[in-house]
């Protein structure tokens, strides 16, 4: 499995999205794991974290509109996109938190908002 981020889409301005994303156990499990979003020609940016424990926090540019959660039961870690704007328009990665170079990205998600 690796990592595959997965529930991108097109939507609307003030519209919502999930994002999952199924990884390895060898990465996801008693780590710390991050969404990082990348958008047309900028730096990928750290979107949100967890620890396996649970506790979170997120960039001041999505607070209060994005939640990551885990289930530690089937590896996945989730993404809720609420109140979504234009400017949230990116590629969407899971990865451990700090990156970890021996898995890679993997193909991302897109999702695109409409104004």
């Known amino acids: 499995v690796q990592l595959q981020a997965s529930g991108g889409g097109l939507v609307q301005a003030g519209g919502s999205l999930r994002l999952s994303c199924a990884a390895s156990?060898?990465?996801?499990?008693?780590?710390?794991m991050a969404w990082y979003r990348r958008a047309p020609g900028q730096e990928r940016e750290l979107v949100a974290t967890i620890t396996a424990g649970g506790t979170t926090d997120y960039a001041d540019s999505v607070k209060g509109r994005f939640t990551i959660t885990r289930d530690n039961a089937v590896n996945t870690v989730y993404l809720q996109l609420n109140s979504l704007k234009p400017e949230d328009t990116a590629v969407y990665y899971c990865q451990a938190w700090p990156y970890d170079a021996l898995y890679g990205w993997g193909q991302g998600t897109q999702v695109t908002v409409s104004s």
């Open positions: 156990m060898s990465i996801f499990r008693h780590r710390s």
